[in-house]
């Protein structure tokens, strides 16, 4: 059983389109987290969430919208979506202050 | 707010060379400190960690040393392998946040 497993792996889409990516986690953690990950490896957290309530929201455009339905999954909503967002996205959960475990990452391309 | 700063790459190495990646970090309380790794087309995992000053982690002949008085947290293995070649990330948690470094690609040669 994969830990912590999002879908879909990868996804092409055009500029202007509305995409989801979805994650869940099967190790009863309370935390989980979104982060984007660019082309120079660079890693910067966007969302985290405890026990289904916001408690990160870094500097990301409104087009970006988690949604928690509970404590297990952790889905991300991208409207509109533009060339600048193509990276690729990791989920993540942990106990809190403690080992993250990721997700396999989705590889998002925006044409 | 916290912040991790790590070297940059890349480094490039012949196998059984000695390797240092530097980490140094900002941050207020008692944050736990981390190192992991990335292979080529997978997510992150936990290479090893420190919870308070002077903990060393220790995996797969990696080892850091948490030291609170020049905040740092260097990554070194004494014979790197070319199964080594892989991104490398510096990371601090404190209170359900964790940030990470820039990452450092280590390529180890035959």
């Known amino acids: 059983d994969t830990a912590v497993s999002q879908t879909p792996k990868y996804l092409v889409t055009q500029m202007g389109n509305d995409k989801s990516i979805k994650c869940e986690q099967n190790?009863?953690?309370?935390?989980m987290y979104w982060y984007k990950q660019d082309s120079k490896k660079f890693l910067k957290i966007m969302f985290s969430y405890n026990n289904k309530e916001l408690i990160i929201n870094e500097t990301v455009p409104n087009r970006f919208s988690p949604k928690s339905p509970d404590k297990a999954h952790l889905n991300l909503h991208i409207n509109s979506l533009e060339l600048g967002d193509s990276a690729v996205y990791f989920c993540?959960?942990?106990?809190?202050?403690?080992?993250?475990?990721f997700g396999e990452g989705s590889r998002l391309t925006v044409l | 707010g916290d912040s991790v700063t790590q070297m940059e790459g890349p480094v490039t190495l012949s196998e059984e060379a000695f390797l240092t990646i530097n980490c140094t970090y900002t941050?207020?309380?008692?944050?736990?400190l981390f190192w992991y790794v990335q292979y080529p087309g997978e997510g992150l995992q936990l290479l090893l960690k420190a919870t308070k000053a002077d903990d060393k982690g220790s995996n797969k002949g990696f080892e850091a040393t948490y030291r609170k008085e020049t905040t740092s947290f260097h990554l070194e293995k004494g014979s790197v392998q070319v199964s080594d070649s892989a991104v490398y990330f510096c990371a601090l948690s404190n209170i359900n946040d964790m940030r990470f470094g820039a990452g450092t690609r280590l390529t180890v040669k035959p």
């Open positions: 941050a207020t309380g008692y944050p736990s």
């Open positions: 190790l009863g953690h309370d935390t």
């Open positions: 993540a959960s942990s106990r809190g202050e403690g080992e993250l475990f």
